[in-house]
């Protein structure tokens, strides 16, 4: 007997400073030093659309807010931007070469 494997993306809807809507699909959430992270791409129902788009990865961070929800926030110090986005695009790639399990 065949299962077949139904794919369901965490989608997330972000509002930027401007107001503008995206929706994003969540790749991965990852804890470093006592802080969470996620990184996404912009989710396209067409998946043919995602072909003309450049991929880029998103990394946001946790932040509470005032009733201690949680929020996604953009990172604004470049150092801590890049480190985890490199720390994230090494994770990702070791999946997607099939070196995670």
């Known amino acids: 007997m065949s299962e077949e494997l139904e794919y369901n993306p965490d989608l997330y809807t972000l509002v930027d400073e401007e107001g503008v809507e995206q929706t ?29 788009d450049t991929a880029e990865l998103i990394v946001l961070k946790s932040q509470l807010d005032e009733n201690g929800e949680e929020l996604m926030i953009s990172i604004d110090d470049e150092e801590e931007y890049q480190r985890i986005g490199q720390m994230f695009l090494e994770k990702l790639s070791a999946y997607f070469d099939g070196e995670d399990e």
């Open 24 to 52: 994003f699909e969540l790749l991965d959430v990852m804890e470093v030093d006592d802080d969470r992270y996620f990184a996404l791409i912009p989710y396209y129902e067409n998946p043919e659309d995602l072909l003309d």
